[in-house]
């Protein structure tokens, strides 16, 4: 074994409240043959292990696992994770204790959301910007504002070579040391983009078209879609400066895209690609944290794994892109908890529509604030009952939203009646949400 790796063992070995020593570390590292060093603020174990030939495992092969109790290291870890495989790498960080562990796969995300960026920036000057500070800058993708095309949404993403360039370049944009254009920016992670498996995608018939004018129509989307071979387009559906176009039959989507992608509506530059098909049950059960009850998953009619493929739908991957109509980054778990108000603890008046999407966790809250986002007026519930064959009063709501467009889509009503009024309610804003 390297002396230094002793000299490492016996200094970590210290830090064990002075009831423990190295002798456990020291031990591992004789028994598995790997070495241990302390970079960057972690201790690394292996990477690669000992007799390792050829590259390092693909993405996709590591996992995050979080809230590992202080006084816990690598002897006690190693034995654990290597029931599931052959460790290539750990590395160890100590910010969590006195929980259960949490493991999930870690994303090797290498691209950044940067916001509050002047509108008046155009792609070219966010890049080159992006490039003074930062190292391994791909490309920057900046998407034009719903009503003014001259201007950009006040945001941007910046993809890096690497997940590494992308952590080195989060931490070099910390709020405060980098000042662009003399503006205090914001920087995270954003939200990483969605993957479907190619065989799914070779079944999608629905485009989605961005950068439309806020004012143009249904019609004119579905008539410039259908100019290439008429009557190729089966719907329309239309949000803000976006649509999905809906096709019956696959090859006549493909060939539309191919011709419609850059093409011109109403002065307007669009972008054409394929949809992203949703799974209800994966999307809808993210958007609020894993928090729906199993009582109401069953009352809304989730379908089950194995059902196998589902129908496009035609939304975007992700709700709060919907809710916005920007990317932005994905909402953390919210810590459903309650905390004491101190004395003089200051408490400031806000709007429920100046907070974020991880505050809510009600379905009906999450429909108000989508309409709103969406300059909607605020949505109507109607109370519906009949009584069952044993005399129980059973309850429906429907939900009208008067801003939509086509009549025959503004209003929507689960196929399930509740026992309670509240129980009927939530289950309407959820059906209205999968729907919208």
């Given at each position: 074994m390297h002396e230094e790796n002793k000299a490492a063992a016996n200094g970590w070995g210290k830090i064990r409240n002075g009831a423990q020593n190295g002798?456990?570390?020291?031990?591992?590292?004789?028994?598995?043959?790997?070495s241990m060093v302390q970079q960057n603020g972690q201790r690394k174990f292996g990477g690669p292990p000992p007799g390792w030939e050829g590259p390092p495992p693909p993405r996709g092969c590591e996992v995050f696992v979080g809230k590992i109790p202080r006084d816990m290291y690598e002897d006690e870890l190693v034995p654990v994770f290597e029931r599931a495989g052959k460790i290539y790498e750990l590395r160890?960080?100590?910010?969590?204790?006195?929980?259960f562990i949490g493991v999930c796969v870690s994303l090797d995300n290498c691209r950044l959301f940067i916001g509050a960026i002047p509108k008046d920036k155009k792609k070219e000057e966010i890049l080159n910007e992006m490039k003074k500070v930062t190292e391994g800058v791909v490309d920057v993708i900046v998407y034009p504002n719903a009503t003014d095309k001259t201007k950009?949404?006040?945001?941007?993403?910046?993809?890096?070579?690497?997940?590494?360039?992308?952590?080195?370049a989060r931490r070099r944009l910390i709020p405060g040391t980098f000042q662009p254009w003399g503006h205090t920016i914001q920087v995270d992670w954003a939200d990483p983009e969605k993957v479907v498996d190619e065989e799914t995608?070779?079944?999608?018939?629905?485009?989605?078209?961005?950068?439309?004018m806020i004012s143009t129509t249904e019609d004119k989307i579905k008539a410039e879609f259908n100019k290439f071979k008429p009557g190729v387009v089966e719907r329309?559906?239309?949000?803000?400066?976006?649509?999905f176009v809906h096709f019956f039959h696959r090859e006549d989507a493909v060939a539309a895209m191919s011709i419609m992608n850059g093409k011109?509506?109403?002065?307007?530059?669009?972008?054409?690609?394929?949809?992203?098909p949703v799974n209800k049950?994966?999307?809808?059960?993210?958007?609020?944290?894993?928090?729906?009850?199993p009582s109401s998953e069953n009352l809304l009619g989730f379908p089950n794994k194995e059902d196998g493929a589902q129908k496009s739908l035609g939304k975007p991957a992700n709700l709060s892109v919907r809710l916005n109509g920007q990317h932005s980054p994905g909402p953390p778990e919210v810590e459903r908890s309650t905390y004491p108000i101190f004395p003089g603890i200051k408490l400031t008046p806000i709007s429920m529509y100046s907070l974020k999407l991880c505050h809510f966790s009600s379905a009906v809250m999450h429909l108000d604030y989508f309409c709103h986002k969406n300059s909607w007026a605020p949505p109507e519930y109607c109370l519906y009952s009949t009584t069952s064959q044993?005399?129980?009063i059973l309850l429906v709501y429907k939900v009208l939203i008067s801003s939509i467009a086509d009549d025959s889509q503004n209003y929507f009503m689960p196929e399930k009646l509740c026992t309670t009024v509240e129980d009927a309610k939530e289950l309407a804003a959820q059906f209205t949400l999968l729907h919208l």
């Open positions: 002798a456990a570390l020291l031990a591992l590292m004789e028994k598995t043959g790997y160890l960080m100590m910010e969590f204790s006195g929980k950009n949404r006040g945001f941007a993403f910046v993809e890096y070579e690497s997940h590494r360039a992308a952590a080195m995608m070779q079944r999608v018939k629905v485009l989605y078209v961005r950068n439309l329309v559906k239309k949000l803000r400066d976006y649509a011109c509506i109403d002065g307007a530059s669009i972008e054409v690609t394929l949809a992203k049950e994966s999307s809808w059960k993210q958007h609020f944290n894993g928090q729906i009850s044993d005399g129980k």
